[in-house]
């Protein structure tokens, strides 16, 4: 039986826009280490990868490596997901995850 190693970063559930050459897809959540991405077709793990991510209006440039991958299912309508683990990892997404802007949950309401 294979394990994975423990997540070294905390995972925040984020919606953010990620180029990926000419394809366009949405993460499902993203820490400092790497994120997770719906997309029609995957890549097999271990391929590598290069895009952008686009956090609060800034487009951050990235090197990746699929660490896992689950493929689609078109007649379930059913995204595929992988798991991709930064090799080179954008510059300030960890400052910007981490803060609670635009993708983060509604403010609660001012107490009277």
Not at 15 to 28: M, P, Q, S
């Amino acid at each position: 039986m294979q394990y994975l190693k423990p997540r070294r970063s905390t995972r925040f559930r984020r919606r953010f826009r990620v180029e990926l050459g000419h394809t366009a897809a949405f993460t499902v959540d993203v820490s400092a280490g790497g994120f997770c991405v719906e997309l029609v077709r995957v890549l097999p793990p271990g391929s590598p990868l290069a895009g952008s991510i686009h956090v609060n209006g800034r487009e951050l440039p990235f090197g990746g490596q699929v660490v896992w991958a689950r493929q689609s299912a078109a007649g379930l309508n059913i995204r595929g997901r992988m798991g991709v683990r930064f090799t080179q990892p954008p510059p300030g997404l960890k400052q910007l995850i981490g803060s609670r802007g635009p993708t983060g949950p509604p403010p609660a309401p001012p107490r009277a």
